[in-house]
């Protein structure tokens, strides 16, 4: 729902805004809400309105994926890899390799949470002596 508004600049000159509720963020869960201001008229506001719920639909589907913590891992570490030591490097490796993609390698992203990791953490505590 939005809402459009007439108003008067400060050089008095007349422009319309508007208020409107786009959605409900995925990775927070909280309402998304904004507000667009300096319109000429209430038609040219309009298309601009179409056009942020369609870009906000469209960058929260793109959000919703479907890949892996073990995929997103993959990435990271390629990048990972160039700003440290080889020795740093295979560490890291085998640490993840260890510990955290047995747990977490077949999870989705949007799956993991904070009360999941902190779960896990717990877990690995308990399990494994962590050097």
């Known amino acids: 729902m939005a809402t459009f508004k007439k108003y008067n600049r400060k050089d008095g000159t007349e422009a319309w ?15 998304v ?16 309105l179409l056009r942020l719920q369609v870009d906000f639909e ?14 997103v891992f993959e990435l990271w570490l390629e990048t990972y890899q160039t700003t440290v030591k080889e020795v740093t490097f295979i560490k890291t490796k085998i640490k993840f390799d260890k510990w955290i993609l047995p747990k977490y390698g077949h ?18 505590g308990k399990d494994y002596r962590l050097v």
């Open 33 to 48: 809400k904004t507000t667009r201001r300096n319109f000429k008229t209430k038609k040219e506001a309009q298309p601009a």
């Open 17 to 31: 805004q508007f208020q409107a509720y786009l959605g409900v963020n995925s990775a927070t869960g909280k309402p």
């Open 58 to 71: 469209n960058n929260e589907l793109q959000k919703d994926s479907k890949q892996t913590f073990k995929e």
């Open 107 to 124: 999870m989705r992203i949007k799956e993991i949470d904070v009360s999941t990791a902190q779960k896990n953490c717990q877990s690995l």
